[in-house]
């Protein structure tokens, strides 16, 4: 369990460094930054470490902005199942947008990931990527139809760690 919280400070310090500065102002009084992390589940691995950066454009009343994910897969090592090591790891960058959906006279708020290939590293993946809001601010990643996993035991939640 320490190795899984010294990748997540390895990671959030990597995402900082990644940065590249494109044609944003980090130093405006309107900037805002936000990182959240979780394990999902994985068919050939003990999980992927999700870490999410999300960098919000301060010109549209913080609906849509840059963002970084990093996936790190962890492996389960020989001697114990509670002992995890890293594996791949791959960074995407693209844009996000926080939208809204109305069914059935209920409205969701939920956030679109579009990523950037010419900006990703690894095997980033270039599909959509869709995340329910959640009223704790916690995300929970969900298909195009912004329906969760079938499987309601499977964890497919990010939580806000600042």
């Given at each position: ?19 590249n ?28 470490l ?25 492996l ?13 790891t791959s ?32 095997a ?10 959640n ?28």
């Open positions: 369990m320490k190795k899984i919280f010294v990748g997540i400070a390895l990671i959030s310090l990597a995402l900082t460094a990644c940065d500065n494109r044609g944003r102002n980090h130093g405006s009084l309107g900037d805002k930054e936000e990182l959240y992390a979780g394990i999902m589940p994985a068919a050939d691995a003990e999980g992927i999700y870490t999410l950066k999300l960098d919000y454009d301060d010109d549209h009343n913080y609906t849509d902005g840059d963002f970084q994910l990093v996936e790190t897969a962890l389960s090592d020989t001697v114990s199942a509670m002992n995890l090591r890293t594996g791949v960074l995407t960058e693209g844009d996000f947008r926080i939208e809204t959906s109305t069914a059935e006279g209920e409205t969701t708020s939920y956030m679109r990931l579009v990523p950037d290939a010419k900006e990703s590293l690894g980033a993946s270039t599909a959509t990527l869709y995340f329910i809001i009223p704790d601010k916690s995300l929970t990643m969900v298909n195009s139809d912004l329906t969760k996993a079938a499987n309601d035991s499977l964890n497919y939640t990010l939580t806000l760690k600042n």
